[in-house]
């Protein structure tokens, strides 16, 4: 499994995600990746692809959110000469230059609600129809669908179909935030410093021990996207040098640990049981919830695989 080892992270959360990811490859079931801009979902698309049994065929990727509804239609299913104006000639959509391999779409979350049947009927049976045509045509296409945005709420807001969230949701694979993957972050430094001194010809700078702690106290908003970018801009402009805390851009330091807070809670002077507490929190957060995992998690600030984790470390019946 050659391409889940270049996922580059050691976390618990990655561990669990990267096995459940191989077994999802080994099959056609549909996959819905949920996270954060910037939490590596195209990356987990890649691998999912390409240690599938549709790894020699075509994959072809499309961002949702970069087509106008006008023209998505047309651009997944294809459309028919004279279907509109400007429609010259017959025209196969996406679907059918993927027969036999993968479809990707990414923000599968801005797909306009009036596509969302057409989508709902391919998963359902196999069938497309083309803008303008009345006769379906069927092809084999594999779905792998990323959301960066809640679609339970999207459905309860009536912008996304709860059918076709059913159909996409058969397996989902929920990508931690950055900000819960703290232990990887060393190692995606290393993974792009080493990519940056190769690309650029430089020698690549290296981290304090006080600046690696300043950015693993950061919230990462953009996640390993903006980890890469921030490597990139240091490799360029502080080549073979030592980057300490100064270095790094003022966001960094404003919202670190090194800026003062008050706590979120208060150790006794009596001290606690760290174990102990941990899963009483989790109990508490599987009674409010009523056993909804996801819930959980959101409650106590992890995502589900890390959840999942640790409640089999204190023992948790995971059935």
Wanted: proline share 4%; hydrophobic share 40%.
């Amino acid at each position: 499994m050659g391409h889940f080892k270049s996922i580059i992270g050691q976390s618990p959360a990655l561990d669990s995600l990267i096995r459940n990811a191989r077994m999802v490859a080994a099959t056609d079931v549909t996959v819905l990746l949920k996270g954060e801009t910037g939490t590596g979902k195209e990356v987990f698309a890649n691998a999912i692809q390409k240690e599938s049994r549709r790894a020699d065929k075509v994959f072809i990727t499309l961002n949702c959110a970069a087509l106008p509804e006008s023209l998505i239609e047309s651009e997944l299913f294809g459309h028919k000469k004279g279907s509109f104006t400007g429609a010259t000639a017959n025209t196969q959509g996406l679907f059918q230059a993927a027969d036999g391999g993968t479809l990707f779409l990414d923000e599968i979350n801005s797909l306009p609600v009036s596509i969302q049947a057409k989508l709902l009927r391919f998963l359902e049976s196999g069938e497309c129809l083309a803008v303008g045509d009345i006769k379906p045509y069927n092809v084999d296409v594999r779905i792998i669908a990323a959301t960066n945005s809640d679609l339970n709420k999207q459905v309860e807001t009536g912008e996304f179909r709860r059918d076709l969230y059913y159909r996409l949701d058969v397996v989902p694979l929920e990508l931690p935030p950055l900000a819960q993957r703290t232990e990887d972050i060393e190692h995606l430094i290393k993974h792009f410093m080493a990519m940056m001194a190769a690309t650029y010809l430089i020698d690549a700078p290296t981290f304090s021990k006080q600046a690696l702690k300043v950015l693993k106290d950061y919230a990462w908003p953009g996640n390993i996207r903006e980890l890469r970018n921030l490597c990139e801009r240091l490799s360029i402009l502080l080549s073979g040098r030592i980057i300490e805390p100064e270095n790094l851009p003022r966001e960094f330091m404003t919202h670190s640990s090194n800026t003062p807070k008050a706590p979120a809670f208060t150790l006794p002077e009596s001290g606690i049981q760290l174990d102990s507490l941990e899963a009483d929190l989790i109990y508490q957060a599987l009674g409010r919830t009523k056993g909804n995992r996801s819930k959980s998690a959101r409650l106590l600030g992890l995502s589900r695989d890390t959840l999942l984790y640790r409640m089999q470390k204190h023992g948790f019946t995971l059935n």
